[in-house]
Structures are given as C-alpha cells and as structure tokens.
C-alpha cells in the first residue's frame, strides 16, 4: 500500500500567499484600466466624467449609510450590555438571577415612547384648532366692528341679557336663518365652554332667529 502522505502546511500558506497576491494584482489592474478609460473619455464635464462622478456619490452614500447603520447597531449593542449589566443589589444577596432586557422589550420601550410623542403632537394640533377655532368665535360673536349685525346680544350676567332681548316690528327678514344658525351651532361646539355660558349663548341665538321668523317677509 502506497504510504500515507501528511499536508505541507508550509507549502499550503505559500500557494494561499501566492492567490491572494494574484487577486490583489488583478484588482489593481482593472482598476487601473478603469481610471485610463476614464481620464481618456473627452472633457472634463462629458457624459462619462458625470456618469463617474454619479457612481462614486452612490458609492459613497452607500458607504456613508452602511456606516450609520454599523454605528447604530454598536450603540444598540452597548445599550443592551449596560442594561444587564445592572444587578439589582437585593437579588444579588438572595441568588436570584436578574432579568435581562430583551430585543422584545427594547423594541416595546421604543413604541411606547413613539407612541407617546405622536400622542403629544396630536394634542398640540387640538390645541391649536381650539385655539383657531376660539378666534373665529370671537370674531364672529364678540367683537365689535361697523358691519356687525345689531341682533348680537352681548351681556355679562343673565338680568343684562334678558334685559337686552327686546321684541322689535321693523328689523328686516332674514332669508336664510337655517344656515346662520347652522354655522353659529358650528362655532360654540368647536370647544369647550362651561354649561351657564354655553346655556346663555344659545338661548340669545334661538330668540334672535325666532324673532326673525316671526317677522312678515
């Protein structure tokens, strides 16, 4: 039977050399090629030099955005190290393993606190609606100006208010009460009030429009 031969470790890290040597010239030259192709393409804003610079701002992007996520994987990395690092002093005392912070639970932590920020957005916008919506109330409702309607009552205590809700024969028809009422109801809803003005309020409108209706066209 023929003996047995062992490997040659030498000559195996000499052929491994060797290869990687070869690769690494083969690299060189094709990017050697590609460079002369590049610097004999015509002029320096041709269609070949932009479409260089295009790919090498996508190489770099790319570069630039596998980076990132390196870094931020690391970060995550070391957040969730330092969090089972922490032993609880008590359970140390007793033997009792610590629990670990797991993927599942960072994930829930950070949609908790998204969900908390969308939640805080969302009652900024109500705010502002209310607040735009309190303007336009104003005015419409409160402030004074030379073409407001005369049948705007305005009071401060409920005697001022009946005191001011006089009947009278000559105001003029209104041709649409439906909708005047329509935006007026609108407005008052748009935000909160509390029950005595809200109360007051809309008894004004409903003896103004009445009194309206009542009038002969």
């Given at each position: 039977?023929p003996k047995k031969m062992g490997v040659n470790t030498k000559a195996e ?205």
């Amino acid at each position: 039977m023929p003996k047995k031969m062992g490997v040659n470790t030498k000559a195996e890290a000499a052929r491994a050399r060797k290869s990687a040597a070869d690769t690494e010239r083969k690299e060189k030259e094709s990017r050697e090629k590609e460079d002369q192709y590049w610097r004999e393409a015509e002029g320096s804003k041709s269609r070949a030099a932009k479409k260089k610079e295009e790919e090498a701002e996508k190489r770099a992007e790319a570069a630039a955005r596998k980076a990132e996520a390196r870094r931020l994987a690391e970060q995550e990395e070391k957040e969730l190290e330092k969090s089972m690092k922490k032993v609880d002093k008590k359970a140390t005392r007793v033997s009792i393993p610590v629990p670990k912070v797991t993927e599942v639970e960072l994930r829930r932590r950070r949609e908790e606190e998204q969900a908390e920020a969308e939640r805080k957005a969302e009652e900024a916008k109500k705010q502002q609606s209310r607040t735009a919506a309190e303007e336009e109330y104003e005015r419409m409702v409160l402030i004074s100006n030379t073409n407001r309607d005369d049948s705007i009552i305005e009071a401060r205590t409920l005697d001022d208010a009946i005191a001011q809700m006089t009947v009278v024969d000559n105001l003029p028809p209104d041709r649409h009460p439906e909708r005047r009422l329509k935006a007026s109801f609108k407005v008052i809803l748009t935000f909160e009030m509390d029950p005595v003005h809200y109360l007051l309020t809309l008894t004004l409108m409903l003896s103004r429009r009445l009194k309206k209706l009542s009038c002969p066209s």
